[in-house]
């Protein structure tokens, strides 16, 4: 069990720096409608260079396996992160700041404050609001199940 919880904190610890501080504003780039896939496929590597070595340090899993769960971290990211990202799929939901939503919330009610807005524009935005927020429920679920997969295959092999 503390083997589990361990690599649980570890693969948290380990996405958190592969999606945040560690990726730089070129892989970014991973949102454009062309030229994704360079930035995209970056962003990747260092999710697959992160599991190789956390399962480096499980010295009782082969490393034919640590590289299998590596390239499957790989692709599992490639694959999410660009539904996420391509405006033909899950990217084309835009996110509202505080204060573009309180305006289309409250336009969506009838009840505009400042500058107001159609009903109709302001419920399509907080409906994109909505889904925007659903897709990155739905990518950071997806990595965590990527994570949890790979957890599993290496405490197979501690048994």
Known sequence: MITIFVLLVIFQIKHFLSDYPL????MLGKFKDKGWFGPLAVHCLVHFSFTIVIGLFCKWVPFYIVLLMGIFDFW????MDRIKASRKMLGRFKP???MEYTAMKAAADGKP???PYPVEEAKKRLKSNWWFWLSIGIDQG???LTHYVIILIFYLFSL
């Open 23 to 26: 990726q730089t504003p070129w």
């Open 76 to 79: 599992m990211h490639l694959f």
């Open 96 to 98: 509202l700041n505080a």
């Open 113 to 115: 404050i400042g500058a």
């Open 142 to 144: 997806f990595h965590h």
